[in-house]
C-alpha cells in the first residue's frame, strides 16, 4: 500500500506536465491517493485533459477554479462535497503577477500590480481553506501545503513583487498553522529551486538561477518536479503529523549558502 492510500488529495496549479503541481499529482497518485485537480480556464482543461490519462487512476473530479472569484471557490466546494465528505490534502499552487512588475525596479510596481499578486499569490491560499473547512476538518488529520520560493527572504534580481507576495503567502502558512492546529489541521509550505516551468518563464534570469544552483548549491544538481513531489507526499503522510507552519526547503541546499 501506498503512503496516501485512502487519501483525497486536491492539487490545484497545473497547467502542462512541466508544472510543479503536476510533479505532486503524480506523486501522489502514485501513493494510492484519490485526485482531485483543477484548471483555471478551458485552454489549462485541455492540457489537463491530456495529462491524467498518464494517472494509475483517474482523478475523481476535475473542476474549473479561479481563486480570485468567490463564487468560484464557493462551486468548487459544493463539488468537492458532491464526491467526498472529507478531503485529506490540499496543494495550493497558483501564482501570478504581471510580467511588468517581474522586471526593472520593484519600486516602479504599480498599485494595481501590487493588488493582483497578492490576491492570486498570497491571499488565494487562506480564501481557498475558508472555502474548503468544512471537508479539511472532517478529514481529522488534514495537511495543507502551498508553493513558495526563497526570492521570499532574499532579493532574487526579476522576482520583485512576487517575492513580497510569497513573503505574505508564508506568513499566511503560519497564522493558519495557527488557527487550524487545535482542529488537526497542518499547514506548511514547500520552497522548491528553480524550475522550468511555464511560470518561471515568466521570471528573467531563470537560465542563470539554474545555473548558480549546479555551481553552488552544497548538492551541486537542479532539482526536478519529481523531488518536489516525494517532498509532497512526506507532507501528506502521517510521517508529517507533528509538522506545521514550516517551509521545507527542496532546493540543493541553495537557502543556506551566504556568497
Do not use: C
Request: overall charge negative; aromatic content about 6%.
Amino acid at each position: 500500500m501506498g503512503l496516501l492510500e485512502g487519501k483525497t488529495a486536491l492539487v490545484t496549479g497545473i497547467a502542462n506536465k512541466r508544472s510543479i503541481a503536476w510533479g505532486i499529482a503524480r506523486a501522489f497518485d502514485r501513493e494510492g491517493a484519490r485526485l482531485i485537480l483543477t484548471y483555471q480556464n478551458d485552454r489549462l482543461k485541455e492540457n489537463l485533459d491530456k495529462l491524467v490519462g498518464d494517472l494509475s487512476n483517474a482523478p475523481i473530479l476535475v473542476a474549473p477554479l479561479d481563486v480570485s472569484d468567490d463564487g468560484s471557490l464557493t462551486a468548487l466546494a459544493e463539488r468537492i462535497g458532491d464526491v467526498t465528505d472529507a478531503l485529506d490534502v490540499l496543494v495550493h499552487s497558483v501564482a501570478f503577477a504581471k510580467g511588468e512588475d517581474l522586471s526593472g525596479r520593484f519600486l516602479e510596481t504599480s498599485r494595481e500590480g501590487y493588488h493582483l499578486a497578492q490576491d492570486i499569490s498570497a491571499y488565494s491560499l487562506t480564501a481557498l481553506v475558508r472555502a474548503l473547512y468544512e471537508p479539511l476538518k472532517n478529514a481529522g488529520r488534514a495537511s495543507v501545503m502551498a508553493m513558495t520560493y526563497q526570492g521570499s527572504i532574499r532579493v532574487m534580481p526579476n522576482y520583485n513583487v512576487m517575492g513580497v507576495a510569497k513573503a505574505a503567502l508564508e506568513s499566511s502558512v503560519r497564522y493558519l498553522a495557527f488557527d487550524l492546529g487545535r482542529e488537526g489541521i497542518r499547514v506548511n509550505a514547500i520552497s522548491a529551486g528553480p524550475i522550468k516551468t511555464l511560470a518561471a518563464a515568466g521570471v528573467k534570469g531563470i537560465s542563470s538561477a539554474l545555473h548558480s544552483t549546479v555551481e553552488r548549491a552544497p548538492i551541486a544538481e537542479n532539482i526536478t518536479t519529481e523531488d518536489v513531489g516525494n517532498a509532497a507526499v512526506f507532507l501528506a503522510s502521517p510521517w508529517s503529523e507533528r509538522i506545521t507552519g514550516h517551509v521545507l526547503y527542496v532546493d540543493s541546499g541553495f537557502h543556506i549558502m551566504g556568497f
